[in-house]
């Protein structure tokens, strides 16, 4: 049938936006491996260096509910434009940044043009797909962007092994302005007219300050904590923590309620209603809390607590990312032929026994077996993750698609930065008050610490499955209704 036909400029289109999602994804990840270098060149601490991952995830996470009203109010060219623009110029300040905080506004650039560009994709393939191939495209637009954390790790190390770990950021420049700019210039077209949407600043100011607030919380609650532990004040950390939760959970309701009562609300939220929606959403933040948070624990456990080099470090988590990147579209695949319920629930089934047996062997981890039980989780989470978010939006009314793009991609940069600042607490609260890095009581601090940390993912994990459980029964009940 003619609308099979899936047009090659959708392809490129998926190409030419996903890859600088790719370039904030790649970046991101290359950092987390250096955290120890960082660390030293930097002199910080733990909980401070992971601010380099978690400001850009936030920052990723505040920009995306702008696009709703991007998608509706500007053309998808000048949006991929902008993505270029803020991709190269978070990057050149990256080479000539020689202080944390300049560094740290590097980042924010960043992760502007990464909140562009991923929505930006998921909208084209939302907007253009053939209706029957969704599932398959939207698990390509997923390998495009999980690519990058299969080979992030890897090139950090092996960069930092031969060059200035800055030459990483000399190297994707080009890639942006010789592919991904070229490719969008020729294939992104408009298939829709915009709209004279208008952007409703408050509601903005607040959904940023809700989500920086909850961040915030957890990054200063884990310093609090790890004060305490190693004799330190913990007082100011504590009362910022408190206030920080506050600010975030006000921001977030006064969002809510504002939305209902807006003429025209940054996101509409009235499709939320619906509980089996609501159930996918709540599983689709949960599981980036893992999934980005792996990265983070990988490398560093294998460094801390293991001893390995950097560059040996970031290839552990190689073979899971890349088997992941592979399955991601055969995930869509065995959606659009089989429907949600068994790709979704077993690929997790399959993803929540590698925590499982990272904890079972955790104080006996060997380079060979931490990289073995992360290609298990790295082969279920990418085989069903993108079916979520695929599943929950083909539940929502087609134009209420770009709020539920925005909401679902926030929500997924929101559980990523979560996920290193809730992982990175709790490896500084085990580290607390056991000596220097190197030393043999400060590598089991770290090896405890990865124990804890694994035992918390398989709860999160758990709690996903069992959203997605009822959201599934819910459907059910409602098809035997028809």
């Given amino acids: 049938m003619p609308d099979e036909h899936i047009p090659g400029k959708l392809i490129g289109s998926i190409v030419a936006v996903g890859s600088l999602a790719f370039i904030g994804i790649l970046t991101e990840t290359v950092m987390t491996v250096l955290f120890p270098q960082l660390m030293r060149e930097f002199n910080v601490d733990t909980a401070t260096v992971q601010w380099i991952t978690t400001i850009y995830l936030l920052v990723v996470a505040a920009t995306m509910p702008l696009s709703s009203y991007l998608n509706r109010r500007f053309k998808h060219r000048t949006l991929f434009l ?3 623009a803020l ?79 800055r030459a990483i950021f000399v190297i994707v420049i080009p890639i942006i302005l010789l592919v991904s700019l070229p490719v969008g210039l020729k294939c992104v077209e408009q298939h829709r007219p915009t709209e004279e949407a208008r952007l409703n600043s408050l509601q903005f100011v607040s959904i940023v300050l809700a989500l920086c607030g909850l961040v915030m919380f957890l990054n200063q609650a884990g310093v609090a904590v790890s004060a305490a532990v190693s004799g330190g004040s913990a007082t100011v950390s504590a009362v910022f923590a408190v206030v920080s939760l506050i600010v975030g959970l006000g921001a977030l309701l006064f969002f809510g309620w504002s939305s209902k009562r807006s003429f025209s609300p940054l996101i509409r939220l009235g499709w939320l209603r619906d509980p089996m929606v609501l159930l996918h959403l709540i599983a689709y933040m949960l599981l980036p809390i ?14 801390l607590s293991l001893g390995t080099s950097a560059f040996l470090s970031g290839a552990l988590v190689l073979p899971g990312a890349l088997i ?37 062997f955790s104080m006996r981890l060997t380079p060979v077996t931490l990289a073995g039980f992360y290609f298990i989780f790295g082969f279920g989470y990418s085989l069903g993750f993108s079916n979520i978010m695929t599943n929950a939006l083909r539940n929502i009314a087609p134009q209420f698609m770009p709020d539920g793009n925005a909401v679902f991609n926030t929500c997924l940069q929101f559980g990523g930065a979560a996920g290193t600042a809730l992982f990175s ?38 709690i996903a499955i069992c959203c997605l459980i009822a959201a599934f029964r819910i459907g059910a009940k409602r098809n035997s209704r028809l």
């Fill in 82 to 84: 902008a993505a270029v």
């Fill in 87 to 165: 991709a190269v110029l978070g990057s050149l300040i990256m080479i000539v940044g020689h202080a944390f905080p300049v560094i740290l506004i590097a980042r924010v650039i960043q992760g502007m043009g990464s909140g562009v560009a991923t929505p930006l994709m998921i909208n084209i393939i939302l907007e253009q797909s053939p209706k029957s191939k969704v599932g398959r495209l939207m698990g390509v637009g997923s390998l495009v962007i999980t690519v990058a954390p299969a080979i992030g790790p890897t090139v950090g190390g092996a960069v930092s092994s031969i060059l200035p770990w």
């Fill in 290 to 303: 893992v999934g980005i948070g792996f990265g983070y624990v990988i490398t560093n456990v294998a460094q």
């Fill in 324 to 360: 992941g990147a592979f399955f991601a579209p055969v995930g869509g695949m065995l959606y659009d032929r089989f429907g949600p319920v068994r790709p979704i629930l077993g690929a997790f089934f399959a993803a929540i026994c590698g925590p499982i047996l990272l904890l079972v």
């Fill in 425 to 462: 607490t709790i490896l500084s609260v085990a580290q607390a008050g056991a000596g220097e890095e190197g030393g043999a009581t400060f590598r089991h601090a770290t090896a405890v610490g990865g124990s804890w940390t694994f035992a918390t993912m398989i709860g999160i994990v758990a």
